[in-house]
C-alpha cells in the first residue's frame, strides 16, 4: 500500500501527462476551460497523494499513531480521489461536465467569500480585491451559461454549494458497482469512515468519545472520570487502504480518460 503511495508522490513531483490531443479528458476541458476538468481532477489527485504520503512519512519515520489525528489527515484524501472519479468516472460526457462545473462553482464562491470576509483595506488593496471580485463574477456568469446549456438551474449559482458527501458516495458507487465483488460492503464501509473521518476533523465530541478505552477509566474525584483515547493500527490501516483502493481507481481513470478517444 504505502509502496503505491511512495511511487504517486514521485509521480506528482513531475510534469503532469496531460490529456491528449482527441481524447477523452481533452474534450471535457474544453466544454469549460476555466478551470478545466483536468486542473479539477490533477488538483483531486495531489490532494490525495500529498495527504496519503505524509501519513506514510510520519509512520514510518516515528511509529506513533494519534487517536484522531490520524483520521483528519486522512479525510482529505478519500476527498482528493473522490473529486476525481467522481468527474472522470460517468460514461456521458454531459456528466462529467456537469460533475466539474460544480466543484468548479464552489471554489469560485468559496474564493468569492474569501476576498468579501478581507476587511480594513487600503486603497489599493481595495482595487485589488474588486478586480478579484469581477473576475470571479465574470467565471460565474460563464458557469451560469454552461449551467443553463447542461439543463441544470442557474438562477442561483452564486449560492450553489458543493456537497462532498453526496460525490465520495456517488464516486464509491461508480468505483465499485453493484455487480463487483464486496461492493455492498465497501460502499457502506466507506460511508462510515468518511462520517467517522470528518467528525475527527470538525472536533465533534461524539468522535472522541468513540475512541474511549474502557480499560483506562479512571475515577477522578468530584463526579468525574477520566479516560483515554486510542486507536489500532489495523483501524488506521483500514482507513488508509479504503482511500487508497480509491485514489488507485482515479489515477486509472485519469490516465484512461487523458489518453482514449474522446467519442463519449
Not at 489527485?45 to 486522512?74: K, S, W
Not at 442561483?156 to 456537497?163: L, P, T, V
Amino acid at each position: 500500500m504505502f509502496t503505491a503511495v511512495a511511487a504517486w508522490a514521485s509521480r506528482i513531483q513531475q510534469p503532469p501527462l496531460v490529456a491528449s490531443p482527441g481524447s477523452s479528458l481533452a474534450a471535457d476541458d474544453q466544454a469549460f476551460p476555466s478551470p478545466p476538468a483536468s486542473t479539477i481532477v490533477y488538483n483531486g489527485l495531489v490532494t490525495a497523494v500529498e495527504h496519503l504520503d505524509y501519513l506514510r512519512t510520519a509512520l514510518q519515520a516515528t511509529g506513533r499513531i494519534y487517536p484522531a489525528a490520524n483520521y483528519t489527515v486522512l479525510k482529505s484524501a478519500p476527498t482528493g480521489a473522490a473529486q476525481a472519479v467522481w468527474v472522470l468516472a460517468p460514461q456521458a460526457r454531459s456528466k462529467r461536465v456537469g460533475h466539474a462545473l460544480e466543484i468548479a462553482v464552489d471554489n469560485y464562491n468559496q474564493q468569492r467569500k474569501l476576498v468579501e470576509a478581507a476587511t480594513a483595506l487600503t486603497v489599493e488593496q481595495q482595487a485589488v480585491a474588486d478586480r478579484v471580485t469581477a473576475t470571479l463574477d465574470a467565471r460565474l456568469d460563464e458557469a451560469a451559461a454552461l449551467a443553463t446549456f447542461l439543463g441544470k438551474n442557474s438562477a442561483n449559482i452564486r449560492k450553489w454549494k458543493f456537497d462532498m458527501t453526496r460525490a465520495i458516495t456517488e464516486a464509491v458507487e461508480l468505483a465499485n458497482p453493484v455487480d463487483t465483488a464486496d461492493a455492498a460492503v465497501i460502499r457502506s464501509g466507506t460511508g462510515l469512515l468518511w462520517r467517522s473521518q470528518s467528525g475527527h476533523a470538525h472536533g465533534t465530541p461524539g468522535s472522541r468519545l468513540s475512541l474511549i478505552d474502557h480499560g483506562s477509566v479512571v475515577d477522578g474525584g468530584n463526579g468525574t472520570l477520566w479516560v483515554a483515547a486510542s486507536i489500532s493500527f489495523e483501524e488506521v490501516v483500514t482507513a488508509t487502504g479504503a482511500a487508497t483502493l480509491l485514489l488507485d481507481e482515479a489515477w486509472r481513470l485519469y490516465d484512461l480518460r487523458r489518453e482514449s478517444p474522446g467519442d463519449a
